[in-house]
């Protein structure tokens, strides 16, 4: 998931220095502003008392900086441990657990419901159901839990697994992975996977805002070696291993891993296919 830029500057970024975070600060409610003037010829209004603001940080970065509210028209705007936007829940440290848990509280009635009327229902009802209440949830915004601790994507696993034994009419004894298997449905971190290569495809073909296709590149080596015929993209590191998550340093790494055959698809309906079949596999390399 991505935000389009404001103002040419894709990221107010600084490092732990009071002077620095106040000049970013200025260059933000400067940019805010002339939003507020565009709204305005347009007959619009930004609502200054809803807006919410988030410093993103490690705990130790944001411990080093105090920036008590920023302006936005006559309203002080006074910073929020997290906020809500196109459905997803962004915490300032970017744990994604207030999202998570969000993703499983509004689940769970409907999984309860789906379980109080399964009787009624055939399997393939059942299963486009659970697709529309359940796997929507699961699905949105997931590029973003790529490189969570295993503990918070099993919180997520679990309730694919209660999903996935009210369609088939399996009891909780009955072992997951074939039921998952049988359905044909990705466990939730292969399913974090295919939405990121997704993204990549789309970055390489054109199909994709400007702004994500500029954040990924191919390889281009110096020589004409035989990896040039290989469909890769160009590695990135990050400074440090909380930029480890970022969608410009993942995406290469997933990508290159893949076989040459997906990377040179030219169709996109045919890369979906062959992408699950290829996530299938190692799901359930025992099984398939």
Not at 109 to 128: P, S, V
Not at 178 to 195: A, D, G, N
């Amino acid at each position: 998931m991505f935000m389009q830029m404001i103002h040419n500057n894709s990221i107010f970024s600084f490092k732990p220095d009071q002077t620095v975070a106040n000049s970013s600060i200025e260059i933000l409610e400067k940019c805010i502003q002339e939003i507020r003037q565009w709204m305005q010829q347009n007959f619009l209004k930004l609502n200054d008392d809803k807006t919410e603001f988030l410093l993103f940080g490690s705990r130790q970065q944001l411990s080093k900086v105090s920036i008590p509210y920023i302006k936005i028209g006559d309203s002080k705007i006074f910073p929020a441990s997290q906020a809500r936007s196109l459905g997803v829940t962004f915490d300032s440290a970017m744990t994604m657990e207030p999202h998570i848990s969000n993703v499983i509280r509004s689940s769970s009635c409907h999984i309860r419901n789906i379980g109080k009327i399964r009787k009624f229902l055939n399997r393939d009802a059942a299963e486009q159901i659970v697709h529309s209440f359940i796997t929507s949830r699961l699905d949105n915004g997931n590029s973003l839990l790529f490189g969570l601790p295993q503990s918070q994507i099993n919180r997520l696993q679990r309730l694919q697994n209660t999903a996935a034994r009210i369609v088939t009419l399996s009891r909780k004894s009955c072992h997951i992975t074939p039921i998952l298997c049988e359905l044909h449905w990705l466990p939730v971190s292969f399913r974090i996977t295919y939405k990121i290569l997704l993204i990549v495809y789309k970055s390489l073909n054109g199909l994709a805002p400007v702004y994500i296709s500029e954040l990924i590149n191919l390889y281009s080596p110096l020589r004409n070696l035989r990896s040039s015929n290989l469909c890769l993209l160009q590695g990135r590191r990050a400074k440090h291993s909380w930029g480890d998550r970022s969608f410009h340093v993942i995406a290469p790494r997933l990508w290159n891993a893949l076989p040459l055959e997906l990377k040179s698809c030219n169709n996109i309906l045919v890369f979906k296919r062959l992408l699950k079949t290829h996530l299938m596999k190692l799901a359930f390399p025992d099984l398939l």
